[in-house]
């Protein structure tokens, strides 16, 4: 048993493994289709609270082949330290395994990732043998459905510290549960969440991403989220992008698989993991990252695929890099975040 973040008691599940993603996503597609068959029996009243339960896998190696595929397709340095981005595709299984479980209050394959942020307290590298550990906490209700942040922290097997976590927060658009006050908007990094409260536009799988213009970041430690940078890269990204990234990360949800199973979810087109766009931003910045910093997204329009990306990025005065990614050629917003190096 462990303490949850609201006081109580939470039960600790030793896995011998991380579950595989093509399993999770098959359980939640059936969990899908019972809930949709017609005189279906849900065998007793739908959950309303999170599980009281985090999984750990206490060895968890680093497989080299895997590391260098996902630094290639990144565009991060081939090295021996463990890119930020590449330590979430190791724990987001275990943070799946979760979402797939039948006391799991919220549609999972209906959950759009709406923010995210890391904290990287030190570099881990392909030498260490990684403990992964994961919860959900903070179910809260949202002006467009509820919203719940799933945690991941990861730590080397011979130390007792965290080295690196994260909170990756979704939103079940149009699912609403009894007994939740509407969060209010909070700033990112408060109480561990994302400042997500106020992140989906009710027209869209994503945020409204209006109200920005172009311009410098200057001092805005913002994330970007009023002004636009200039543009630094160009991403032009194919129909092929989502099942690229799907092979290296091994998340294969459908709707970035394929235009045909995508629109199953109410998408026209394929979209491009929100993760992906994420770890391209983190690796632009680079080196200047150092090895300790808190990388934080908040994403908005999805990116359609085919589609071409304007990214920006610039440092502010305290220190902290902003960036932003937008269509080409309009101000429509997909993603804005940060990487703020830590002492």
């Not at 561990?192 to 989906?200: D, F, H, K, L, P």
């Not at 050629?329 to 703020?340: A, E, K, P």
Request: glycine share 12%; aromatic share 6%.
């Amino acid at each position: 048993m462990r303490t949850a973040p609201d006081g109580g008691l939470m039960r600790e599940q030793v896995l011998d493994q991380v579950p595989s993603l093509g399993s999770l996503y098959a359980r939640a597609l059936g969990r899908t289709a019972r809930a949709a068959a017609p005189g279906m029996l849900s065998g007793g009243p739908s959950p309303t609270t999170l599980p009281q339960v985090c999984y750990t896998v206490p060895r968890v190696p680093v497989d080299h082949a895997h590391l260098a595929e996902y630094q290639h397709l990144l565009g991060e340095a081939g090295t021996d330290e463990l890119p930020a981005g590449y330590v979430h595709v190791l724990g987001f299984p275990l943070a799946m395994n979760l979402m797939v479980r039948a006391d799991f209050p919220l549609p999972v394959l209906g959950m759009v990732h709406v923010a995210n942020r890391v904290e990287q307290f030190h570099p881990l590298s392909t030498t260490d043998t990684l403990r992964v550990q994961a919860r959900a906490q903070g179910l809260r209700a949202h002006r467009s459905g509820t919203q719940v942040d799933l945690v991941v922290e990861v730590a080397a097997q011979e130390g007792p510290e965290v080295a690196w976590r994260g909170v990756s927060t979704y939103l079940a658009k149009g699912t609403t549960l009894p007994g939740l006050a509407l969060a209010e908007p909070v700033k990112a990094g408060q109480d561990g969440s994302t400042g997500s409260g106020e992140a989906v536009d009710d027209g869209d799988s994503g945020a409204a991403g209006s109200g920005h213009s172009r311009g410098g970041a200057g001092g805005n430690d913002a994330g970007g989220r009023g002004v636009l940078p200039e543009a630094t890269a160009v991403w032009r990204l194919t129909p092929r992008t989502g099942r690229r990234y799907a092979a290296v990360s091994g998340d294969r949800n459908p709707i970035h698989m394929s235009a045909l199973s995508a629109r199953a979810f109410g998408f026209p087109r394929a979209i491009a993991h929100g993760m992906y766009t994420a770890a391209r931003a983190l690796a632009a910045v680079g080196p200047a990252r150092g090895p300790a910093f808190t990388w934080q997204i908040d994403f908005a329009k999805p990116v359609l695929l085919p589609s071409t990306v304007s990214f920006g990025q610039a440092r502010t005065d305290s220190g902290t890099y902003t960036y932003a990614g937008w269509k080409a050629g309009s101000d429509r917003v997909h993603f804005t975040g940060s990487v703020r190096p830590l002492p």
